[in-house]
């Protein structure tokens, strides 16, 4: 199986980018599966029910998130409404699942891939320098354990600030997943590797947005709030329209599950 991994989709330019490439990508590296960060796609920060549809609509078969998730209130609502429903798209939206048991949402997927091989998709979130939340390698270990047998194919997007957590995080989980993929820093990492038990690793994944700004924002917005001190609402930039992110290939048969290759991916966005 080819699986796409795509970093955090950061604004409408972020939106722009999947929508106006994705297709093209998954037809020419002949992916089976996509899936995404989406927590800031809400002009960086949030998603909202009408922009997970959207990304759905581009292509894309599970959406993660992480600590904005919570940030459009309409998206509560809609996951309440929609989670027990089969085939609605919320059950295509994650959150991290060790975030507390009684809010709205799930941090696990289980689905089919285009060619009918079982996968599922977990999301998690690191607590270092993050808000504190239950202990996201013993959650992982406690929801790895409700997959069947034949669900070989895991992929984890850990959510997460610090390098040494995430980077735990991987041998951790090496031998169990097939990958371990970081985001909520926005800039891709060149460390991307498969560990020891076969488990392939990346620190972050990157961003899908406008890389003339900082990390997604305008920069004068940025640099009113570093050098005044001042709130200012931070609105994302345009230009240099990347999609970031990771593509992995895995095994068959006896080393299903198991990743053959992973590979940074970056698109430039050159009109």
Not at 32 to 57: K, R, S, Y
Not at 125 to 138: I, S, W
């Amino acid at each position: 199986m080819r699986i796409l991994f795509i970093g955090d989709i950061y604004g409408q330019p972020g939106r722009r980018v999947v929508r106006d490439h994705l297709a093209d990508i998954v037809a020419a590296r002949g992916i089976d599966l996509v899936i995404a960060n989406g927590e800031n796609a809400a002009a960086g920060f949030g998603i909202t029910p009408n922009l997970v549809q959207e990304l759905l609509d581009c292509g894309i078969e599970v959406l993660t998130s992480g600590n904005h998730i919570w940030d459009k209130r309409e998206i509560v609502a809609w996951w309440e409404s929609g989670a027990k429903q089969a085939g609605h798209a919320a059950r295509r939206l994650l959150r991290p699942a060790n975030f507390g048991e009684a809010l709205p949402g799930g941090g696990l997927h289980q689905g089919r891939s285009r060619e009918g091989e079982a996968f599922a998709v977990l999301n998690l979130q690191g607590r270092v320098f993050m808000t504190p939340l239950a202990c996201p390698f013993r959650t992982a270990d406690a929801l790895l354990a409700t997959l069947p047998s034949e669900c070989r194919t895991i992929l984890v997007d850990f959510h997460a600030e610090a390098t040494s957590e995430k980077q735990a995080m991987g041998w951790y989980l090496d031998g169990r997943v097939t990958a371990v993929l970081g985001t909520h820093t926005h800039v891709p990492t060149a460390d991307e590797r498969i560990l020891p038990k076969g488990t392939a690793f990346q620190t972050d994944a990157g961003m899908t947005g406008s890389y003339a700004g900082a990390i997604g924002s305008r920069v004068e917005d940025v640099l009113q709030r570093l050098l005044q001190g001042y709130p200012a609402k931070l609105e994302p930039s345009d230009g240099d329209v990347r999609l970031c992110g990771t593509l992995i290939e895995t095994g068959s048969g006896e080393r299903a599950g198991r990743a053959l290759s992973i590979e940074r991916f970056q698109l430039q966005k050159t009109d």
